[in-house]
């Protein structure tokens, strides 16, 4: 991808819809003139004297236990540097999506126009009554040091400069892995420290505390090693001054066991790394080139254990494996601050996090058999689900003992499962998926090439390293909207089913689909002829290995789209119709709808098809599946042909998978209502709200995720074409390109499953 198109992108992407990446909703309901009484005048007179009373009681009555403040000036932004406080917050912005994606941490971002350290610490100390916690970011050194520390003397609320401290937090934690794997002591080991600022100062002072000696460390900033008799040192470079007769970064590394580079790339050479200590540790953590490439350093010593900043190497560093969580921790204890104990704890927690074994639903986002403790995992994936409930409450337990918590937890196992569900699912749903599908991308037939959205998706795929597309249509016509919109499709195969070059291969298709066909109507001539359609070339070629799977239909009907891959690929064995499926990623988790596309009204035996399905797609994401069959009635409340419809497939399931999470007939508020359920229904198998919804009818199902789809805080994926033989998605008319980049991510998953 060109540098310049991925500009654009990101700012197409920042500008789409609603500008900008947060907002800010309501939680209490606010329809009436009720509602709105009681949310403002005169009922919010209550809580306001309240809170007068006793000021505590702000964190019961007000958002402020579940707020955080992410504040810069803009001095010291990404690698971009003293860019001023408006051109920094869409970092801010961004840090404050991640809070919530990853903890369910509402943000503010706060940009402050004021480099001045007096002038800043007043600003942030005026607005600190809004907020349960405050996380500084980007501003340059050695002013963070102060402000920090000043800030912290001066409130009496968590606050952390994550620049310093997360990077200190997740390095450390590996560092812990890495020297157990190395069966290196911390007190022993010869560390280098490249880089001065910040996060360098902080990840070596947090080296201190887990027992590392200081004339250990030797520390280098763009002038060389740090000297005691270098002149214009800061307070923080003397500390780490040293008097040992080395100036160059080649002479401080020979014979280091350990190296940490935050500072700038390409600056590390081989002969380096194969100059350092047996079983060297190298966290080359510089962005977006580390000090030295992840492939030149493993090449250069095979016992080196290596780490980066980037999510294409085994141990990536990164602070959102704790930040979210640290917050989340401290706010949930009322933390006064983040004390030296806490972030130990985190520490600990991710380390020992590490060792546990992983979970398939990590293995599989990551194209992994098994993750397994060792040099190439010494720090949890980002996408690990566990750190929230890991991390979090060693940090809140940390607090509670140090003595800094307001609030006491004492079922941290209840506060566990507490912070598991408060996630949703949000949608690491489709983070995981992504993932999985770029560590084995397939090959993907678009048939309907002639169109700017599948283009564009066919790029976006492409770039990502998601899938390997194959466009169909005329190649002129391909080439010239290419062209057109400028897009970047060198190398990507273009096949026209209908040109000269292509009638060898059309004749045999043909010849294949007659042998299929021909006892049901069609004849050679007219078989040949149907090659000549794109959705019958696109599905013969993955029938015939050619391709992994195929989309279609943003053009054209969904049965005339269907058809053709019917006729060539078919069905799955041991099934007799294929059914559409719908996922809906809401806040409350994800939820899968069947049968939203095909069958129309279903026998008792098709809706028990239908359902088993439908479990085993389920299952396909690492979800298990808890299944309500969807009607009018609850339990046999009405009678009808429908209801004894739903009845019987329910016995047919029962019968057939004895071990599946299914009941029915419900309706769909109960099936989502677990109190609902419980209160009236104590009976019901469903002891979970179901994540698997079953329609009676075609009619239901289609109007369900039609309606769901218009919701802004609902992310529709499909329809997902299950129990074919191959994997073959029909999109929908008239789709986005987000959307059909989704679907071609669920074509690689499913391509991966059926090639095992």
């Given at each position: 991808?060109?540098?310049?198109?991925?500009?654009?992108?990101?700012?197409?992407?920042?500008?789409?819809?609603?500008?900008?990446?947060?907002?800010?909703?309501?939680?209490?309901?606010?329809?009436?003139?009720?509602?709105?009484?009681?949310?403002?005048?005169?009922?919010?007179?209550?809580?306001?004297?309240?809170?007068?009373?006793?000021?505590?009681?702000?964190?019961?009555?007000?958002?402020?236990?579940?707020?955080?403040?992410?504040?810069?000036?803009?001095?010291?932004?990404?690698?971009?540097?003293?860019?001023?406080?408006?051109?920094?917050?869409?970092?801010?912005?961004?840090?404050?999506?991640?809070?919530?994606?990853?903890?369910?941490?509402?943000?503010?971002?706060?940009?402050?126009?004021?480099?001045?350290?007096?002038?800043?610490?007043?600003?942030?100390?005026?607005?600190?009554?809004?907020?349960?916690?405050?996380?500084?970011?980007?501003?340059?050194?050695?002013?963070?040091?102060?402000?920090?520390?000043?800030?912290?003397?001066?409130?009496?609320?968590?606050?952390?400069?994550?620049?310093?401290?997360?990077?200190?937090?997740?390095?450390?934690?590996?560092?812990?892995?890495?020297?157990?794997?190395?069966?290196?002591?911390?007190?022993?080991?010869?560390?280098?420290?490249?880089?001065?600022?910040?996060?360098?100062?902080?990840?070596?002072?947090?080296?201190?505390?887990?027992?590392?000696?200081?004339?250990?460390?030797?520390?280098?900033?763009?002038?060389?090693?740090?000297?005691?008799?270098?002149?214009?040192?800061?307070?923080?470079?003397?500390?780490?001054?040293?008097?040992?007769?080395?100036?160059?970064?080649?002479?401080?590394?020979?014979?280091?066991?350990?190296?940490?580079?935050?500072?700038?790339?390409?600056?590390?050479?081989?002969?380096?790394?194969?100059?350092?200590?047996?079983?060297?540790?190298?966290?080359?953590?510089?962005?977006?080139?580390?000090?030295?490439?992840?492939?030149?350093?493993?090449?250069?010593?095979?016992?080196?254990?290596?780490?980066?900043?980037?999510?294409?190497?085994?141990?990536?560093?990164?602070?959102?494996?704790?930040?979210?969580?640290?917050?989340?921790?401290?706010?949930?204890?009322?933390?006064?601050?983040?004390?030296?104990?806490?972030?130990?704890?985190?520490?600990?927690?991710?380390?020992?996090?590490?060792?546990?074994?992983?979970?398939?639903?990590?293995?599989?986002?990551?194209?992994?058999?098994?993750?397994?403790?060792?040099?190439?995992?010494?720090?949890?994936?980002?996408?690990?689900?566990?750190?929230?409930?890991?991390?979090?409450?060693?940090?809140?337990?940390?607090?509670?003992?140090?003595?800094?918590?307001?609030?006491?937890?004492?079922?941290?196992?209840?506060?566990?499962?507490?912070?598991?569900?408060?996630?949703?699912?949000?949608?690491?749903?489709?983070?995981?998926?992504?993932?999985?599908?770029?560590?084995n991308p397939k090959k993907i037939v678009f048939a309907e090439a002639e169109n700017y959205k599948i283009l564009k998706a066919a790029q976006q795929v492409k770039d990502e390293g998601i899938a390997i597309p194959i466009l169909l249509g005329r190649t002129r016509k391909i080439e010239q909207l290419i062209e057109d919109n400028v897009l970047e499709l060198e190398g990507v195969e273009i096949i026209d089913p209908k040109s000269e070059e292509e009638r060898s291969r059309r004749h045999e298709f043909g010849q294949i689909l007659f042998e299929k066909r021909q006892r049901k109507g069609l004849t050679l001539f007219e078989s040949q002829k149907l090659m000549r359609e794109r959705n019958y070339f696109g599905a013969m070629m993955v029938d015939q290995g050619l391709a992994?799977?195929?989309?279609?239909?943003?053009?054209?009907?969904?049965?005339?789209?269907?058809?053709?891959?019917?006729?060539?690929?078919?069905?799955?064995?041991?099934?007799?119709?294929?059914?559409?499926?719908?996922?809906?990623?809401?806040?409350?988790?994800?939820?899968?709808?069947?049968?939203?596309?095909?069958?129309?009204?279903?026998?008792?035996?098709?809706?028990?098809?239908?359902?088993?399905?439908?479990?085993?797609?389920?299952?396909?994401?690492?979800?298990?599946?808890?299944?309500?069959?969807?009607?009018?009635?609850?339990?046999?409340?009405?009678?009808?042909?429908?209801?004894?419809?739903?009845?019987?497939?329910?016995?047919?399931?029962?019968?057939?998978?004895?071990?599946?999470?299914?009941?029915?007939?419900?309706?769909?508020?109960?099936?989502?209502?677990?109190?609902?359920?419980?209160?009236?229904?104590?009976?019901?198998?469903?002891?979970?709200?179901?994540?698997?919804?079953?329609?009676?009818?075609?009619?239901?199902?289609?109007?369900?995720?039609?309606?769901?789809?218009?919701?802004?805080?609902?992310?529709?994926?499909?329809?997902?074409?299950?129990?074919?033989?191959?994997?073959?998605?029909?999109?929908?008319?008239?789709?986005?390109?987000?959307?059909?980049?989704?679907?071609?991510?669920?074509?690689?998953?499913?391509?991966?499953?059926?090639?095992?």
């Open positions: 991808m060109s540098t310049k198109r991925k500009k654009q992108e990101a700012l197409d992407y920042h500008q789409s819809g609603r500008p900008g990446k947060i907002e800010v909703v309501p939680t209490k309901k606010h329809s009436s003139q009720r509602d709105l009484a009681l949310a403002y005048s005169p009922g919010v007179a209550e809580p306001c004297i309240r809170i007068s009373e006793n000021k505590d009681e702000v964190y019961k009555y007000t958002a402020k236990s579940n707020l955080v403040a992410v504040i810069t000036n803009g001095t010291a932004v990404l690698g971009l540097g003293d860019i001023g406080p408006e051109a920094s917050k869409p970092v801010m912005e961004g840090k404050g999506l991640l809070f919530k994606i990853f903890a369910d941490i509402d943000v503010f971002d706060i940009e402050v126009d004021a480099s001045d350290v007096d002038k800043f610490v007043e600003v942030v100390k005026s607005i600190a009554p809004t907020f349960g916690g405050i996380n500084l970011e980007d501003i340059k050194a050695p002013e963070c040091f102060e402000i920090e520390k000043r800030l912290k003397e001066e409130l009496s609320i968590p606050i952390m400069h994550d620049d310093q401290h997360g990077t200190a937090i997740i390095s450390a934690a590996a560092l812990i892995n890495a020297l157990e794997i190395a069966e290196k002591e911390i007190d022993s080991v010869n560390i280098v420290v490249n880089g001065a600022g910040a996060a360098a100062m902080s990840c070596a002072k947090l080296y201190l505390s887990l027992g590392a000696k200081k004339e250990n460390i030797v520390m280098l900033d763009s002038k060389g090693v740090i000297r005691k008799d270098s002149e214009n040192l800061t307070a923080e470079k003397q500390f780490f001054a040293t008097d040992k007769t080395i100036y160059t970064l080649d002479e401080a590394i020979k014979d280091a066991d350990v190296f940490l580079g935050l500072s700038s790339g390409n600056i590390m050479s081989q002969e380096m790394v194969k100059s350092m200590a047996r079983m060297p540790i190298v966290f080359a953590l510089a962005n977006p080139d580390p000090e030295i490439s992840y492939n030149e350093a493993v090449s250069a010593r095979e016992d080196i254990i290596m780490a980066t900043g980037r999510s294409d190497h085994p141990n990536q560093v990164n602070n959102v494996l704790g930040f979210p969580y640290i917050f989340r921790g401290a706010l949930d204890v009322r933390a006064t601050c983040i004390n030296e104990e806490m972030k130990l704890a985190a520490v600990k927690s991710i380390a020992d996090l590490t060792k546990e074994l992983v979970p398939d639903t990590v293995n599989l986002a990551y194209g992994e058999k098994v993750i397994t403790f060792g040099p190439e995992y010494i720090i949890p994936k980002p996408l690990d689900s566990r750190l929230i409930s890991v991390v979090a409450p060693a940090v809140a337990k940390a607090a509670i003992d140090s003595g800094v918590a307001r609030k006491k937890i004492t079922d941290f196992e209840k506060y566990a499962q507490q912070l598991e569900k408060r996630l949703g699912l949000d949608n690491k749903l489709v983070r995981q998926i992504t993932t999985k599908a770029k560590r992994d799977a195929f989309i279609s239909g943003i053009n054209r009907n969904y049965p005339n789209t269907v058809r053709p891959a019917l006729q060539i690929i078919g069905t799955e064995e041991g099934v007799e119709k294929v059914a559409g499926m719908f996922i809906l990623n809401t806040k409350k988790g994800s939820l899968f709808l069947a049968d939203t596309t095909v069958n129309i009204d279903p026998t008792a035996e098709e809706l028990a098809n239908i359902a088993e399905l439908t479990a085993k797609a389920v299952r396909r994401f690492n979800i298990t599946p808890k299944i309500a069959l969807l009607s009018y009635s609850n339990y046999g409340s009405s009678q009808s042909a429908n209801i004894s419809k739903i009845m019987e497939a329910r016995n047919i399931i029962k019968k057939n998978n004895p071990n599946l999470i299914v009941d029915g007939e419900i309706q769909a508020d109960f099936a989502l209502n677990k109190e609902k359920r419980e209160q009236n229904f104590p009976f019901t198998d469903l002891k979970e709200n179901a994540n698997t919804l079953i329609f009676p009818n075609l009619e239901s199902g289609n109007i369900a995720y039609k309606l769901m789809q218009e919701f802004d805080d609902v992310e529709a994926i499909g329809p997902i074409l299950i129990g074919m033989k191959k994997p073959v998605h029909i999109l929908q008319l008239g789709c986005s390109v987000r959307e059909i980049v989704n679907m071609v991510t669920i074509a690689v998953i499913d391509a991966q499953v059926k090639r095992k």
